[in-house]
């Protein structure tokens, strides 16, 4: 069984967000997080929770109790979904017309 460090520093990875930007849209000091990441400090429920959403899972899985599911396509998908979560409306518009062209493109 893996760390709590070890399954946050591997998620991120995962989803190729750096320990900075998880700490950003967690809400949390470069600092704190750092010191979850190193296994020098371990975060109150609350923040597990916030941290289990940006890494797009759940705290079960970082605290080493469950696995992150086999099918192969969970890790892109979360990839995508954390990109998403960081930007605005706007450009969250503009990333659905672009899907939604692509998807016409390739069944028309």
């Given at each position: 069984?893996?760390?709590?460090?070890?399954?946050?520093?591997?998620?991120?990875?995962?989803?190729?967000?750096?320990?900075?930007?998880?700490?950003?849209?967690a809400g949390l000091t470069e600092r704190r997080?750092?010191?979850?990441v190193s296994g020098r400090r371990e975060p109150d429920?609350?923040?597990l929770v916030r941290i289990a959403r940006v890494l797009?899972?759940?705290?079960?899985?970082l605290l080493g109790f469950e696995e992150i599911g086999s099918n192969g396509g969970d890790a892109l998908r979360?990839?995508?979904?954390s990109a998403?979560?960081?930007?605005?409306?706007?450009?969250?518009e503009?990333?659905?017309a672009c899907a939604e062209a692509i998807v016409k493109l390739r069944s028309g």
């Open positions: 069984m893996d760390s709590f460090s070890d399954t946050l520093r591997r998620r991120a990875a995962d989803l190729g967000i750096s320990n900075a930007e998880v700490a950003r849209r997080y750092g010191n979850y429920l609350a923040t797009e899972t759940t705290p079960n899985v979360a990839k995508i979904n998403v979560a960081a930007l605005g409306n706007d450009d969250r503009t990333l659905a």
